[in-house]
C-alpha cells in the first residue's frame, strides 16, 4: 500500500470514482453527480479556491484506489478565526486503520510542512458545503447536501487518533407533529408586535436577490463555531447552481418594520430522485432525475440565519413556521445542520415536536 498524491487526470477520475466502490452494497448511499464533483474540485471553477489550497491523495494497493483523502488550507478561515487550522475532507477508505492512518498523516504533513497546527475535518471543502461524519442515523439515506458515511468510519477516526471537535445535528419535523393552530395564535402575535411580514424570493430578479441573502448570511452566521464568511464569488457561485431546484414556497426573507431582519431557505430532498441516476446525467439518468423529482414530497431546510439586531423576539421560530404553513407540497423535511451547543435553534425545535434523528461530528487533533 502506498499513498500518492494526485496529479494527473486518470489520478483525479480515480478519486472521484472511489466512493462507487466503497459503497457498492450499501442501499443508503446516494451517489453524487460526477459532473457537480468535478466542478467541486476544480481550482478553475470554484470560487473556493481564491482563498485556498488543497492536495488530494489517494491509497493504492496492487494498482487499485482503496482510500482517499483532501488536505485543504482555508485561509479565510485562518484569518477570521485567528487559527493555524488544516482541514480534511473527502474522506473515503477501505475498513483498515493502517490505510486510514497513512491518509491522516500524509495530510498532516502537509500542514507541518505549512506551519499548521491543528487538522481538522471532515469538510467538503468549508463548513460552507458539506462537511461532518455521520455518526448516528445510518438507517435511512443523506438529504440534500448531507454527507454519508459506513458505521466502521467512527472507529477508523478514533484509532488513528482523532476526536471530537464538534457534533452537528439534524432534525426531522413534518406537520403531522407541529401544532399548526396553537402556533398560529402564537406566531400571529410575534409578528403584530415586531411587525414582521416575509417576502418570497423575486427569481426574475435572482442577481439582486442573492446580493441581499449573501448580506444576510454573513452577519447571521458570523459568530457561528467553523463559520468563514463566503464571498461574493462563492455565494453567487453556489446560488447559480441552486437556482434550478430553488422553489418560492421554500426561499423567503423576512422583514421587520421594512427592513431585512432573517433569511430561510428550504430546498426539495433532491437526494430522492439522485439516488436513481448513479451520478451520471447522460444517458438516462437526467430522465430518472426528472421522473422521480415529481413525487417528492419532503425537503431540507438548509439555512435559517437572523441577523444580531432582531434576534431574541423569535424571528427564528416565525420562518420555520411560515415554511410548513406555506408549503404543504412538503409535509416533512429535515432541519440541518445545527451546532450541538446552539441551544435557542435545538430548543426551538424541541418544543415544536420535531424529532433529533441524525448526528454528525467534525473531528481534529493536533498536528505535532
Given at each position: ?196 411580514t416575509f417576502r ?12 441581499l441573502v449573501h ?11 467553523g463559520f468563514v ?140
Open positions: 500500500m502506498e499513498i500518492r498524491p494526485v496529479t494527473t487526470r486518470a489520478d483525479r477520475r480515480a478519486f472521484i470514482r472511489l466512493p462507487w466502490a466503497i459503497y457498492a452494497w450499501d442501499k443508503n448511499w446516494v451517489p453524487p453527480l460526477l459532473l457537480d464533483q468535478e466542478t467541486l474540485l476544480d481550482p478553475a471553477k470554484n470560487p473556493f479556491f481564491q482563498h485556498a489550497e488543497m492536495e488530494m491523495y489517494l491509497a493504492w494497493s496492487e494498482g487499485v484506489a482503496i482510500g482517499r483523502i483532501a488536505a485543504i488550507l482555508d485561509r479565510s478561515h485562518n484569518e477570521f478565526h485567528g487559527e493555524r487550522t488544516l482541514h480534511f475532507g473527502f474522506f473515503e477508505c477501505v475498513d483498515d486503520v493502517a490505510v486510514a492512518r497513512a491518509l491522516v498523516d500524509r495530510a498532516k504533513e502537509m500542514g507541518r510542512a505549512r506551519g499548521m497546527t491543528t487538522l481538522r475535518g471532515p469538510v467538503n471543502p468549508s463548513t460552507n458545503e458539506t462537511c461532518g461524519m455521520l455518526i448516528e442515523g445510518f438507517d435511512s439515506p443523506p438529504v440534500i447536501m448531507m454527507t454519508y458515511n459506513p458505521r466502521y468510519y467512527l472507529s477508523l477516526m478514533e484509532r488513528v487518533g482523532l476526536a471530537k471537535a464538534k457534533d452537528l445535528y439534524a432534525w426531522y419535523c413534518d406537520q403531522d407533529i407541529v401544532k399548526l393552530d396553537q402556533l398560529r395564535r402564537v406566531t400571529q402575535r410575534v409578528k403584530e408586535r415586531h411587525k414582521v418570497s424570493l423575486d427569481l426574475s430578479r435572482f442577481d439582486e436577490e442573492v446580493g448580506g444576510i448570511y454573513n452577519r447571521a452566521w458570523e459568530k457561528n463555531w464568511p463566503m464571498t461574493e464569488a462563492e455565494f453567487r457561485h453556489m446560488g447559480k447552481n441552486l437556482k434550478p431546484v430553488i422553489v418560492p414556497e421554500l426561499a423567503f426573507v423576512a422583514e421587520s418594520d421594512g427592513k431585512p431582519a432573517g433569511f430561510i431557505l428550504g430546498l426539495p430532498d433532491l437526494n430522492l430522485a439522485l439516488i436513481h441516476a448513479n451520478g451520471r446525467l447522460f444517458p438516462f439518468g437526467l430522465l430518472k432525475i426528472l421522473w422521480h423529482a415529481r413525487k417528492i414530497r419532503t425537503c431540507r431546510i438548509i439555512t435559517l440565519g437572523v441577523v444580531p439586531e432582531f434576534r431574541k423576539r423569535g424571528i427564528e421560530g416565525l420562518l420555520i413556521f411560515e415554511l410548513i404553513d406555506r408549503a404543504p407540497k412538503y409535509p416533512g423535511g429535515e432541519l440541518s445542520w445545527i451546532l450541538e451547543d446552539n441551544r435557542q435553534m435545538n430548543g426551538i425545535l424541541e418544543t415544536m415536536g420535531a424529532r433529533l434523528y441524525k448526528r454528525y461530528r467534525i473531528y481534529e487533533a493536533p498536528i505535532e
